[in-house]
C-alpha cells in the first residue's frame, strides 16, 4: 500500500511560484505513472497534468503549459509540480495520485491528503 503525502502549498501573490512535492511511502512508486489533480471550492476535480514512471513522458493540462514543470526523483520516491505565473484561478487543493494499473490506465488508487494552494490576486 503506497501513501503519499503532499507538501508545498501556501498563500502566494498572482505572478508567485510554488513548488508542490509529493512524497510516496514504498519504493515501488518509482514504478507507478504519477498523476497531479486539482480541486476548486464548488467545481469538479480537474487533471493538472502526468508524468510516466521513467520521467519519459509528461503531459500537462492546457491551462498549465508553459507555467509548470511535473517531475519526479524516483531515487527519493519524490515527485514535483513546479508552478510559476500563478494566478487566482489556480487557487485549489492540489492532490498527487499514483496507480499501479498501468499507464493506461485512468483509475488512481493511491491518494495524497491534497495541499492548499491560494493565490490571492
Known amino acids: 500500500q503506497v501513501q503519499l503525502v503532499e507538501s508545498g502549498g501556501g498563500l502566494v501573490q498572482a505572478g508567485g511560484s510554488l513548488r508542490l512535492s509529493c512524497a510516496a511511502s514504498?519504493?515501488?512508486?518509482?514504478?507507478?505513472?504519477m498523476v497531479w489533480f486539482r480541486q476548486a471550492p464548488g467545481k469538479e476535480r480537474e487533471f493538472v497534468g502526468s508524468i510516466s514512471p521513467s520521467g519519459d513522458f509528461i503531459y500537462y493540462t492546457d491551462s498549465m503549459k508553459g507555467r509548470s514543470t511535473i517531475s519526479r526523483d524516483n531515487a527519493k520516491n519524490l515527485a514535483y509540480l513546479q508552478m510559476n505565473r500563478l494566478k487566482p484561478e489556480d487557487t485549489a487543493v492540489y492532490y498527487c495520485?499514483?496507480?499501479?494499473?498501468?499507464?493506461?490506465?485512468?483509475?488512481?488508487?493511491?491518494w495524497g491528503q491534497g495541499t492548499q494552494v491560494t493565490v490571492s490576486s
Open positions: 495520485a499514483a496507480t499501479a494499473r498501468g499507464p493506461t490506465s485512468t483509475v488512481y488508487e493511491y
Open positions: 514504498e519504493r515501488t512508486f518509482s514504478n507507478y505513472p
